[in-house]
Structures are given as structure tokens and as C-alpha cells.
Nanobody, 118 residues
Framework: QVQLVESGGGLVQAGGSLRLSCVAS????????MNWYRQAPGKEREFVAG????????NYADSVKGRFTISRDNAKKTVYLQMKSLKPEDTAVYYC???????????WGQGTQVTVSS
């Protein structure tokens, strides 16, 4: 059974930090590119950050560059999102997504709420 379970969300003041985790099971984690997305109330889901299967490359949305860092531990089947200098506009439900482009397969987690107060 495929599962992606996010954790680490919560309520934090502006300028604070949080680290999100996403633990995978039921598929070959090390073969998949991992991404973080977020969806704020009333808005479409948007890309936040991505990391290649071997962690050799990362990319970020312009809105989070320099503040967020994505990383992964293939031995632990976990992807992380370290978030610093949080802003109220970072408030959203954060989702992790696993994607293997070669076989056009992807999986989503259920999300974790991040709320940044001003």
C-alpha cells in the first residue's frame, strides 16, 4: 500500500521556522523525484520545491528561494522541507508528491497545515 505521510506543520509566528517531513512507504522511494506543493484557502495548489531521486538537483519557486530548503534521506524514505523566515503568505496546506516520470506515476500525501501569524 502506497503512503506518503506529512508531518511537522503547525502554528508559528512570522519570522519563525518549521521543518516538514514526508515519510514514504509502499514504493521504491529512491526512484522518485520528490516535490512539495502548497495550497492556500481559495487558491490553486502551487509548486514549492523539488528534489531529484539522488538529491543531485533541487529547484524552488521564486517565492521561497533563499528561505526554504528541500532535502531527502533515501535510507529513511523521507523528504524534508526546512522553512525559515516564514511569512503570513506561506500559510497553506503543504503536500508532498512523489513522481517517477519514466513510468508516468505519481503519488500524493494528505497534507499538513502550516499557519503563519503576523
Amino acid at each position: 500500500q502506497v503512503q506518503l505521510v506529512e508531518s511537522g506543520g503547525g502554528l508559528v509566528q512570522a519570522g519563525g521556522s518549521l521543518r516538514l517531513s514526508c515519510v514514504a512507504s509502499g514504493f521504491t522511494f529512491s526512484s522518485y523525484t520528490m516535490n512539495w506543493y502548497r495550497q492556500a484557502p481559495g487558491k490553486e495548489r502551487e509548486f514549492v520545491a523539488g528534489i531529484s531521486s539522488t538529491a543531485g538537483s533541487t529547484n524552488y519557486a521564486d517565492s521561497v528561494k533563499g528561505r526554504f530548503t528541500i532535502s531527502r534521506d533515501n535510507a529513511k524514505k523521507t523528504v524534508y522541507l526546512q522553512m525559515k523566515s516564514l511569512k503570513p503568505e506561506d500559510t497553506a496546506v503543504y503536500y508532498c508528491k512523489a513522481r517517477w516520470g519514466l513510468i508516468n506515476r505519481e503519488y500524493w500525501g494528505q497534507g499538513t497545515q502550516v499557519t503563519v501569524s503576523s
